[in-house]
DNA sequence: TAGTGGTCTAGACCACGCG
DNA sequence: GCGTGGTCTAGACCACTAC
């Protein structure tokens, strides 16, 4: 069945022609109007579609004139911030390899208690992964996953896609998350897992991440090898309401 | 005079009431219908003004309940995607010095170059400043600002900001940048200016920008102590179209 | 059942780019 | 002057939440 929104549905195809060559870069899109009978839909829904393609760095809207296609093989795969080392392995090729670590209760960080708020229950499953890239080891992963929401883990899923089993097995609504990039020295444990030599230095990407109905879940510390660490982001100019870049 | 759109003063005014405390922390927003009264508007509008709130991290939207005013004291500041010393220094109450270390001609780096398109006129402003705060020296930033676009930048512009210059006074509507973040060991002389001890390990911040029409106009390189580094990001899970984290 | 946000329509007027 | 995207309206139906 194909149950998806209509203007989803035109983002996905427009994207997939962009991606295809069906539409080249530098060239202008079809008119919104003429999108529109295309698809036999309104202009609004088109327009809706379009937004997509925008936010994802894949077209620039300018009035007057038309949408123009972006460059998006100077965006190849990392389209827009991708930190971790999943997000990396689904969108790219790569000789990758998971080993889980660990796989226990423990109860959530305290200073992290004091972020998300003192009422929650701080049990916890912890998840120690460490990453594999052609024999090279990149990224250790530390996930703490409230047992409130997430009540078990299990071993399958930890070696898999903790996000895979959340949405589709358990069915969360996964919304939003916070997320902040340091370089700190790490611990003796952290730097021989990594083969840190010269300097104890590490690339720490925290995310604190919450449900759909605002209920915070998840707080995973990502610590990469700063030598193999590449954030890629696509920014656009905010006026007014909230300064972005 | 008031030209501003009706969505965005809309956008503007919930923004202030959720920073001031009139709409407190996990209560609801009054619905769309009620705002769009109360604004003397159409919903529709109103649900453009709630897109702004969404995606800056105040509001989340639950279909059938409401839109929950998220807890943006945690935000405080760097509200998303803060990474260069200017923003940082525009939303935060820092003792903060600019010291330009260079202004002159220079072509744009070759391998620059090559990402934006062999066809252009090298041709550039180099700007090189050293930011400090406390006395203590955090970050060096480089620009290269296209000739055909930006055709002089007097010394009191690189003294102050850049962005200022080109939108308020050259009237260029700055639209878009990709940026990227790495950890990579620095020459002696950035390493000098820095005081980058232990090792001569940097993050360097990438960014090329883009004009609306798509032209592309500045390079920067921006070279931040990693100890005084710190990249803060709020994200929204994307399905479908394109994954965003 | 009533109220909410999510989607969609069919119109309208405006500001801008371009010939 | 024409076509473009940007804004806005007034309606409609649906899926979801809560009672």
Do not use: W
């Not at 670590?101 to 120690?128: N, W, Y």
């Not at 409230?146 to 996964?174: H, R």
């Amino acid at each position: 069945m194909d149950t998806m929104q209509k203007y989803l549905s035109i983002a996905q195809d427009l994207t997939n022609k962009i991606k295809h060559g069906q539409y080249t870069e530098g060239t202008l899109l079809p008119s919104e109007t003429i999108l529109a009978n295309l698809y036999g839909t309104s202009r609004a829904t088109v327009r809706k579609a379009l937004v997509e393609l925008t936010e994802n760095g894949l077209i620039q809207k300018i009035k007057g004139k038309g949408s123009v296609v972006l460059d998006t093989a100077k965006f190849t795969f990392p389209i827009s911030g991708i930190t971790t080392f999943t997000e990396l392995n689904r969108n790219q090729q790569m000789n990758a390899v998971t080993t889980v670590l660990a796989l226990e209760d423990r109860p959530l960080p305290a200073e992290i208690m004091k972020q998300v708020g003192r009422h929650l229950d701080p049990a916890a499953t912890f998840i120690q992964r460490l990453r594999t890239v052609d024999d090279e080891a990149i990224v250790v992963d530390e996930d703490y996953l409230l047992k409130s929401v997430v009540p078990e883990v299990p071993e399958i899923v930890a070696q898999g896609s903790l996000y895979e089993y959340m949405e589709d097995t358990l069915n969360l609504n996964i919304a939003y998350a916070t997320k902040t990039i340091t370089v700190e020295p790490m611990d003796e444990a952290i730097c021989a897992k990594l083969h840190l030599e010269t300097a104890n230095l590490a690339v720490v990407v925290r995310s604190l991440t919450y449900l759909n109905d605002t209920t915070f879940f998840q707080y995973t510390r990502s610590i990469h090898r700063p030598d193999r660490f590449k954030f890629v982001d696509f920014a656009r100019r905010k006026h007014l309401v909230a300064k972005k870049f």
